[in-house]
């Protein structure tokens, strides 16, 4: 298992309501990737922080934004949830931006 | 757009033998990474091999190994001596080398190993 950790574990929403997802990295590292995979299919980025700053980002809307703490853990909000946001949502920790990412368990949103 | 796929949903290996899993790709950059991460049912998704596109010698790690042919954009993954652990969803990436350092995945075969 990585040092990557994530809640919560399960998630239920209503469309239309707002999501806050928790990463903490792995100790020592400073940077922070998001993916969201659906069922069946491989992950898909969404963003990256290093240092408290976004570093780049996927095709994803604006109402999916992010943030990263001094600590360099990181959430994860979407805004106005839609059913097509249902997924597993994981976050990856890395000691740069171009060094091997360290998976946490990934949390899974039912949006109903 | 680079763009992974992987063409085979699912395959099936008795164990103790040998199973090879296919990946192609499509990309116009020079120097990029391939990897390849194993995510077992309800675990966390873990780095199997990786290979930097420089490199003509292919990647091996333990039972595992790559097939790198850059000409063909093809990275094939060997597990030799299949065990009853290696059952999983393999997914084959691709990051490019440069900025935004996003991980572009195949849609993932699932291994089943047969006792």
């Known amino acids: 298992e990585t040092g990557v950790t994530q809640s919560p574990t399960h998630l239920i929403k209503t469309r239309g309501q707002q999501v806050t997802l928790r990463c903490s990295s792995q100790?020592?590292?400073?940077?922070v990737s998001w993916y969201q995979q659906a069922l069946g299919q491989g992950p898909q980025f969404i963003f990256q922080y290093y240092r408290e700053e976004e570093n780049g980002r996927g095709n994803f809307p604006p109402r999916f934004s992010g943030l990263q703490f001094p600590n360099y853990s990181s959430e994860l909000n979407v805004n106005a949830l839609e059913l097509d946001d249902s997924a597993l949502y994981l976050c990856a920790s890395s000691t740069g931006t171009d060094r091997e990412q360290y998976f946490g368990p990934g949390t899974r949103l039912t949006v109903t | 757009a680079q763009t992974v796929t992987q063409s085979q949903p699912e395959m099936s290996v008795q164990e103790a033998e040998t199973v090879t899993l296919s990946c192609t790709y499509d990309t116009s950059e020079s120097d990029y990474y391939l990897f390849w991460y194993k995510q077992p049912p309800s675990r966390q998704m873990i780095l199997v091999i990786r290979?930097?596109?420089?490199k003509q010698q292919n990647a091996t790690e333990n039972r595992f190994s790559v097939n790198f042919q850059k000409a063909a954009k093809s990275f094939s993954l060997k597990i030799s001596d299949s065990q009853l652990g290696d059952a999983a969803m393999y997914f084959c990436?691709?990051?490019?080398?440069?900025?935004?350092?996003?991980?572009?995945w195949g849609a993932g075969t699932k291994l089943i190993i047969k006792p």
């Open positions: 290979q930097e596109a420089y």
């Open positions: 990436a691709y990051r490019a080398w440069g900025s935004n350092y996003q991980l572009i």
């Open positions: 100790s020592g590292h400073n940077t």
